[in-house]
């Protein structure tokens, strides 16, 4: 199953009209790679049609990126003032926008020095500070969503031949994101109203603090994690789509299988294990370990990526949670048996927590507030957000209610039968 033979029409359609619901006349950013070009000329056909005003296609190449960072001073780089108005345009004219991942070169920023990455990422991640909290806050529509490439889908299917494993990545991400059902649409309201039946819950029952234990034993005989995690002031849960300022309905992520809030970056303690590898400033870390105390990181290791670990947590604000999630481990992400080796996919697979900034819509009225006011509430600030998967098959996790009661969330890595209800 090559890509021309994949009903990419119909995948496209679900992305542009369900995944970041184009409105008429509404301008529309697609950031993909060159090798999602085919896909790309069909998400463009498909905007238009759906009545865009504009369509921009903003093309990313990992190789350009790493012979920029190998061999440019990077600390007298500058983010160019044009690209800066450019997210500014964005942001003023609410244009929603379109992300494709799946890279085409997964080892192409191997070789880059990591404080040079972590450089450049600080630099733009402050230059368009303002059009990153525009998204997180939900000002304009914003989906992300997978396309194959061969070196992406041999990543996942490891011994198969490119067109194979590509053909099978396909069939994979058609039914994650549940287009291979007869109404897709129908599909993916009924899943938000599970997702948002498990957030009501929470929020009824006014859990404040989650209390993370997976039993099975870690390297010194101790449970591989035991973790607290207190949640902040007027914290809200979210599961499902997102709805803009103006009462636009769009879904963030194609697939989700999760509901977040924010946790307080003072009141996380304990230590936990990651159970996916992840890629932080576009490295990949696998089979770490935190501590923490009083909200922020004292301590790490990593099997993989102890170097990249060093200069994400040099990063401000890096240490402190600016998230934490739970994924059931019926997520049919989890069921596959398969590592993505993409955060899109891995995230929605399994419980995770995100360092770094807060999501505004994560705080009852967040998206009124000033930074003093939810800052003032516990949420996170920084120059990142990157998540890291730490859920299991055995992971527990229990709820602290505001009224002293404990409630059942999780048991083995499944949501309880009351939290369903």
Same mark, same amino acid.
């Given at each position: 199953?090559?890509?021309?033979?994949?009903?990419?029409?119909?995948?496209?359609?679900? !992305?542009?009209?369900?995944?970041?619901? @184009?409105?008429?006349?509404?301008?529309?950013?697609?950031?993909?790679?060159?090798? =999602?070009?085919a896909?790309?000329?069909?998400?463009?056909?498909?905007?238009?049609?759906?009545?865009?005003?504009?369509?921009?296609?903003?093309?990313?190449?990992? $190789?350009?990126?790493?012979?920029?960072?190998? =061999?440019?001073?990077?600390?007298?780089?500058?983010?160019?003032?044009?690209?800066v108005?450019?997210?500014?345009?964005?942001?003023?004219?609410?244009?929603?926008?379109?992300?494709?991942?799946?890279?085409? &070169? $997964?080892e /192409?920023?191997?070789?880059? /020095?990591?404080?040079?990455?972590?450089t450049?990422?600080?630099?733009?991640?402050?230059?368009?500070?303002?059009?990153?909290?525009?998204?997180?806050?939900?000002?304009?529509?914003?989906?992300?969503?997978?396309?194959?490439?061969? /070196?992406?889908?041999?990543?996942?299917?490891p011994?198969?031949?490119?067109?194979e494993?590509?053909a099978?990545?396909?069939?994979?991400?058609?039914?994650?994101?549940?287009? *291979?059902?007869?109404?897709?649409?129908?599909?993916?309201?009924?899943?938000?109203?599970?997702?948002?039946?498990v957030?009501?819950?929470?929020?009824?029952?006014?859990?404040?603090?989650?209390? &993370?234990?997976?039993?099975? $034993?870690?390297?010194?005989?101790?449970?591989?994690?035991? !973790?607290?995690v207190? !949640?902040?002031?007027?914290?809200?849960?979210?599961?499902?789509?997102?709805?803009?300022?103006?009462?636009?309905?769009?879904?963030?992520?194609?697939?989700?299988?999760?509901?977040?809030?924010?946790?307080?970056?003072?009141?996380?303690?304990?230590?936990?294990?990651?159970?996916?590898?992840?890629?932080?400033?576009?490295r990949?870390?696998?089979?770490?370990? &935190?501590?923490?105390?009083?909200?922020?990181?004292?301590?790490?290791?990593?099997?993989?990526?102890?170097?990249?670990?060093?200069?994400? &947590?040099?990063?401000?604000?890096?240490?402190?949670? %600016?998230?934490?999630?739970?994924?059931?481990?019926?997520? $049919?992400?989890? +069921?596959?048996?398969?590592?993505?080796?993409?955060?899109?996919? *891995?995230?929605?697979?399994?419980?995770?927590?995100?360092?770094?900034?807060?999501?505004?819509?994560?705080?009852?009225?967040g998206?009124?507030?000033?930074?003093?006011?939810?800052?003032a509430?516990? /949420?996170?600030?920084?120059?990142t =957000?990157? *998540?890291?998967?730490?859920?299991?098959?055995?992971?527990?996790?229990? %709820? +602290?209610?505001? *009224?002293?009661?404990e409630?059942?969330?999780?048991?083995?890595?499944?949501?309880d039968?009351?939290? @369903?209800?």
């Amino acid at each position: 199953m090559s890509e021309s033979t994949v009903n990419t029409r119909s995948y496209a359609e679900l !992305l542009i009209r369900t995944g970041v619901n @184009l409105q008429p006349g509404q301008k529309l950013l697609v950031r993909a790679e060159l090798g =999602h070009a085919a896909f790309v000329r069909e998400v463009v056909a498909t905007a238009y049609t759906a009545g865009a005003g504009y369509v921009h296609v903003e093309w990313v190449d990992a $190789p350009t990126l790493a012979a920029t960072l190998n =061999h440019a001073n990077v600390e007298q780089l500058d983010y160019p003032a044009f690209e800066v108005a450019r997210f500014r345009q964005l942001v003023d004219e609410g244009w929603a926008r379109l992300s494709l991942v799946g890279d085409e &070169f $997964p080892e /192409a920023l191997a070789a880059v /020095a990591p404080d040079a990455l972590r450089t450049w990422t600080i630099k733009r991640a402050r230059a368009v500070k303002f059009y990153t909290q525009a998204m997180m806050a939900n000002q304009m529509q914003w989906c992300v969503a997978g396309v194959p490439t061969p /070196a992406w889908a041999q990543q996942v299917f490891p011994g198969k031949p490119a067109e194979e494993a590509v053909a099978a990545l396909w069939t994979t991400i058609l039914r994650m994101v549940r287009a *291979d059902q007869p109404d897709p649409a129908a599909a993916w309201a009924a899943l938000n109203r599970q997702l948002t039946g498990v957030a009501a819950f929470l929020q009824r029952n006014q859990v404040h603090t989650l209390h &993370f234990v997976d039993p099975t $034993p870690g390297p010194d005989g101790k449970p591989a994690t035991d !973790l607290v995690v207190g !949640l902040a002031e007027r914290a809200r849960w979210v599961g499902g789509a997102s709805v803009t300022p103006g009462g636009v309905w769009f879904q963030p992520n194609m697939p989700t299988e999760e509901v977040f809030t924010t946790p307080h970056n003072e009141r996380t303690h304990g230590y936990v294990r990651t159970s996916r590898p992840t890629f932080p400033m576009q490295r990949e870390v696998r089979d770490a370990w &935190f501590r923490f105390e009083v909200g922020a990181v004292v301590e790490y290791t990593a099997a993989v990526g102890q170097d990249v670990l060093e200069q994400f &947590f040099a990063i401000d604000g890096a240490r402190r949670l %600016g998230e934490v999630s739970l994924v059931d481990a019926g997520s $049919p992400i989890f +069921q596959s048996g398969l590592i993505f080796y993409e955060i899109l996919f *891995d995230e929605n697979a399994a419980c995770h927590i995100a360092f770094g900034e807060a999501y505004p819509e994560c705080i009852e009225g967040g998206g009124a507030l000033s930074r003093e006011e939810l800052a003032a509430l516990g /949420a996170n600030f920084a120059d990142t =957000h990157v *998540d890291f998967m730490i859920g299991t098959a055995t992971m527990n996790v229990t %709820g +602290q209610c505001a *009224d002293g009661r404990e409630v059942a969330i999780m048991r083995n890595g499944r949501f309880d039968a009351a939290v @369903l209800a």
